[in-house]
Structures are given as C-alpha cells and as structure tokens.
C-alpha cells in the first residue's frame, strides 16, 4: 500500500506533530472486495485507519476481542469515517457490524462521517431513511469515489 500515513489492524496509530487529518474505513469486510484498498490509494495524502487484515481467523475469540478493541479505538480517534456498504452477497452478510457502528457515529452530531451504499447493497435505502432522520441533509452516495470525495470536503471544513 502505498499511503503516506497507513495503519492497518493490528497496527496501533501513533500520532506525530504534523499528522494529515485522519479516516477510518468503515464497511464491510467480510465475504466482501476489498474496497478499502481503494479507497486508501485514493486517500493516500491522509492517515488511514485500515481495519481489514490479512490472516484474521473470525473464529479466535482472542484475536476478534483486539480486532473489536482496535476498531473502537481508531473509529474514535479519526477526523472522520468514511462508511461504505459495498454490494455483497446478501445470503452471507449485510454488514450488521457497519451498521451498527453507524448508528452509534450518526447518532454523536460532532462525529464527522461520510456514508455511501453501493446500489447493489440489499439494505441502501434503509440507510438512506434512517440517516435522513437523524442526520438530515446527509448525502448517501451510490459510489466510493464519491463517498471518498465526501470524505476530503468533511476534512477541509
């Protein structure tokens, strides 16, 4: 990968003086593309909080425990969270855990999120009425690159 400030888990972020602004890649992983190699090379000129990682067995109690502790932290910590629900085969996931994260970010005003749903994805306009409700004037996008491009506007504000 080639970003100039990367943290993928289990990696910690230490912060330096001088850091670009922050993004965490919230979104789905499993049985999901790798979207967030994308969207890190598209936002290589931030700090990127990368919670996909190669070799994670989602059956080791230890190893979900961090990855949960490394999420919570990291979701905390960034300027932003750019949520993006890929289209995915809907018989093996729709993201719970994505959703639920944003929930918890839509409902804290001073959070700064960015959110796109791939068309494909079964539950978009779920996401589109629950976010119009509590964050109204919140663009869903259809796309990453404009969900990324939301991204840099929230980080020039």
Do not use: K
């Not at 910690?12 to 593309?33: K, T, W």
């Not at 959110?115 to 964050?135: C, F, I, T």
């Amino acid at each position: 990968m080639t970003v100039s400030h990367y943290v993928e888990a289990p990696d910690q972020y230490r912060p330096d003086p001088g850091d670009p602004p922050s993004v965490f890649l919230a979104g789905g992983i499993s049985h999901c593309p790798d979207w967030q190699r994308e969207a890190a090379r598209a936002l290589r000129d931030l700090t990127v909080f990368n919670p996909r990682r190669a070799g994670f067995d989602v059956d080791d109690l230890a190893a979900s425990e961090y990855q949960i502790a490394w999420e919570f932290h990291h979701l905390r910590v960034a300027d932003v969270t750019l949520f993006w629900f890929p289209a995915c085969d809907p018989a093996l996931t729709v993201q719970p855990i994505t959703l639920y994260e944003l929930g918890a970010a839509a409902a804290t005003p001073e959070r700064l999120i960015a959110v796109g749903a791939d068309p494909g994805y079964p539950r978009a306009a779920d996401v589109r009425l629950q976010l119009g409700h509590v964050r109204p004037g919140l663009t869903v996008h259809d796309t990453l690159a404009a969900t990324v491009a939301a991204v840099r506007a929230a980080v020039r504000r």
